[in-house]
């Protein structure tokens, strides 16, 4: 439309300039010309642009798939609804080797006693736990899970606990299992030999009214703000960024350590002196795409070693990907509302399509944290 009313005011200036101005008024006309023929190039290329921009926007994803709402990766459209579990794992090193954990999507690691060098203990989240054939060894959980948990939806499976949890089970957003998987005669201690294995899952839910899709509780809004693997965040952009290979967690019982390799881009864990190593997934080490740190304070219930974490609330951290790390902040305001996680300009953060780690560090051992 705007290249019709141009061409039509030049055809009104000439028919003008032909009728009262002479032969050298047209020719003067000329240059009029040549800056309509830039003009034209300039609103020809404007739909090109904003068509590109949409073609960008635009995702489709493989047949039969969506994208999990834990790593962003493109899984089964059938798990769509499916809510994940939360397990606890322990962490003693008589636990190991761990079975399945290279297969969860986020996985906690937290103190789990301010005794035993202030020992720590794994939350593992799965979206597809129908898929792994063996996950654990399964141990008791603590309060500070129950208050992580619901903002996932997630259902809870562990084998008991101490007295302190009790509230927290009888909150209508908590749901949970326990005790009720399969053991695995491996040679330890009884506790040590329980596993969740096929066909335990669906047996939990034939036997309770806990649902397994998504409930009344389920996530308003998404847990990250991913970005694709075609995009990925761009922390060189980032205030604060610096390169950062190497996280050494001041957890003195196990010795928790992530190092950056750069051929897979993600960290990989190692703890008890030596790399993180899976038999139910022929041995590959655990590893990361997104390592997050949260600085917290915590609170002892008594001379056992019990204590809770005081993740209601806020503090700082680190955000780790790709080789480098930026300061950020923390906020958890309720037991079912999300964490979320803000750069040094009050942004929230984008995270990198892929598994993550979080790491709950004591404030008082802070100081202690090898981030480089």
């Keep these: 439309m705007r290249k019709r009313v141009l061409w039509i005011l030049l055809a009104l200036s000439l028919g003008i300039c032909a009728a009262g101005c002479g032969k050298k008024e047209a020719e003067v006309s000329a240059p009029a010309e040549e800056e309509l023929s830039t003009e034209d190039e300039i609103l020809a290329e404007e739909p090109e642009e904003a068509s590109e921009e949409e073609e960008e926007e635009e995702e489709i994803g493989p047949e039969g798939m969506y994208r999990s709402e834990l790593t962003n990766e493109w899984i089964s459209e059938d798990l769509k609804e499916q809510r994940p579990i939360a397990v606890m794992v322990d962490n003693e090193k008589t636990a190991l080797p761990h079975y399945g954990l290279t297969k969860a999507d986020v996985v906690y690691e937290m103190m789990n006693s301010t005794l035993n060098d202030q020992i720590t203990r794994f939350m593992v989240l799965f979206k597809d736990y129908d898929s792994v054939d063996q996950i654990g060894s399964v141990r008791s959980v603590r309060p500070t899970n129950l208050m992580i948990a619901p903002e996932w939806n997630a259902i809870v499976c562990h084998d008991g606990g101490p007295f302190y949890i009790n509230p927290y089970l009888e909150k209508p957003h908590t749901d949970h299992f326990s005790g009720t998987f399969s053991r695995v005669n491996n040679g330890k201690p009884r506790e040590f ?138 906020v958890k305001n309720a ?38």
């Design 193 to 330: 030999t329980e596993y969740i294995l096929p066909g335990d899952m669906e047996k939990n839910f034939k036997n309770s009214s806990v649902s397994r899709e998504y409930n009344d509780y389920r996530p308003t809004e998404p847990h990250f703000e991913f970005v694709s693997e075609k995009k990925p965040v761009k922390m060189e952009e980032k205030e604060g960024n610096f390169d950062c290979t190497l996280v050494d967690l001041p957890f003195g019982h196990n010795g928790s350590q992530l190092d950056y390799d750069a051929a897979s881009g993600t960290y990989l864990y190692s703890e008890y002196g030596s790399a993180h190593k899976d038999p139910g997934n022929n041995n590959e080490q655990l590893a990361f795409k997104n390592v997050i740190l949260q600085k917290m304070t915590f609170s002892q219930l008594d001379s056992h070693g019990y204590m809770v974490w005081n993740c209601l609330g806020s503090g700082e951290g680190y955000y780790i990907t790709d080789g480098k790390a930026i300061p950020i902040t923390w």
């Design 335 to 372: 037991e079912q509302e999300r964490t979320v996680y803000f750069d040094s300009a009050s942004d929230e953060i984008e995270v990198n399509t892929g598994k993550t780690y979080i790491g709950f560090v004591p404030d008082t051992r802070w100081s202690e944290l090898v981030v480089e």
